[in-house]
């Protein structure tokens, strides 16, 4: 049995995938670009013995005013088998490194969603998931040490 860290792609693969455009067909008349929102949520989870789920959720609104012009969401997963790893390193690697190789994929899907429902299609921009992963830990330190102390 080897001891070599190992990280294997087993399947990359779009959830789930929802388009909205709720203004249809007046909304191809307006003549004022929209304001686009995104929002960007990752989680992983234990599936099978040193097999992981990675997903990255984006949600892509676009709006004039207070008309919704196009709402997409879509949540691209992979399954990842991870070995011989330290635990300490499985949390980042869960939390950056599988991001990473999901986000070309969900870019393509969004730009792909958009375009089909008539739209310029929406490029997001490079992630760093990093920095995410950084200011969550921050965030949770953060929180922990606001935490009054209990007395028994």
Known sequence: ?????????????????????????????????PEVAIQLQTQAH?????????????TVTATIGEKNVFLVEVKQAGIFRIENIPQEDLDPILAIAC???????????VAS???????????????????IYQQRLAEAQTQTAEQPATVQ
Request: glycine letters at 6%; hydrophobic letters at 50%.
């Open 46 to 58: 234990v599936i099978g013995e040193n097999v992981y789920e990675s997903v990255l959720g984006v």
């Open 113 to 131: 969603a958009v375009g089909r429902a008539g739209f310029p299609p929406v490029l997001l921009a490079p992630v760093n998931f990093e920095a």
């Open 99 to 109: 991001p990473n190789i999901l986000f070309p994929f969900v870019r393509e899907v």
């Open 1 to 33: 049995m080897s001891t070599a860290p190992l990280f294997n792609i087993e399947k990359t693969y779009v959830r789930d995938l929802s388009l909205e455009v709720p203004n249809a067909p007046h909304v191809f008349m307006e003549s004022e670009a």
